[in-house]
């Protein structure tokens, strides 16, 4: 039992370590890609300020939201993009929500995509009509690499039930623990981008037949 307590604790701290250094290095890129023009350290500037002014500043390190999804990496120009300023408002409600119900119970997160260009978006195979083309969305995943699948859906799901309505936020759940808060209509989806794979509808099932009243 020791042993296998030991080497638990070894695979959760090498996660740790590897998370840490993940964050390491995507900070220092994107100092060195934003310090490369004047006109991108003045806009990221800008872009703080107005984060700030929403109280959501500190929601996710503010780089994030300015990162390139990796999810093919040969239709990224590069790991950050400035997305226009004209729409940079509208991230503010899912980071709001994210603030509000989706820390207090997974922790921190990470940004893996924020703004996406629409040949950019094509691309990736992403939904026409993706919430992340209008600044809308983002993809995240639990800094808590020990957090499991079933136990990031056991958490998600009746957050989303209870205050995602309210809150006009979507929440899809893809593989692994990489997952989507939107702030464009109260839905939620699963790994094949549709309603028939959203493991919430499972969970809810479930505790209905256990009895539960179910979330609300």
Avoid: K
Avoid at 44 to 61: K, M, W, Y
Avoid at 122 to 148: E, F, K, M, W
Avoid at 161 to 184: E, P, S, T, W
């Amino acid at each position: 039992m020791t042993v296998r307590w030991l080497a638990a604790l070894a695979l959760l701290l090498l996660a740790s370590c590897l998370a840490v250094r993940d964050l390491v290095d995507d900070r220092a890129y994107f100092e060195r890609w934003v310090a490369a023009t004047p006109e991108r350290a003045a806009a990221f500037s800008r872009f703080e300020a107005q984060l700030q002014a929403a109280n959501v500043g500190d929601v996710v390190p503010a780089y994030q939201l300015w990162m390139v999804d990796q999810l093919r990496p040969e239709c990224a120009p590069e790991r950050f993009w400035i997305p226009p300023e004209e729409e940079w408002s509208r991230i503010v409600p899912a980071l709001v929500f994210i603030r509000d119900h989706v820390r207090p119970v997974i922790g921190e997160v990470r940004v893996v995509s924020g703004y996406r260009a629409p040949e950019f978006n094509a691309c990736i195979r992403g939904a026409p009509q993706s919430a992340h083309r209008q600044y809308q969305a983002l993809d995240l995943v639990p800094l808590n690499r020990a957090l499991t699948r079933e136990r990031l859906i056991e958490l998600l799901c009746p957050v989303h039930a209870a205050a995602g309505a309210q809150a006009n936020v979507g929440l899809g759940i893809y593989a692994g623990v990489r997952f989507h808060i939107d702030a464009r209509g109260f839905r939620g989806w699963g790994s094949n981008y549709h309603r028939t794979t959203f493991p919430c509808d499972g969970a809810r099932r479930a505790d209905l037949d256990d009895g539960g009243h179910g979330a609300t």
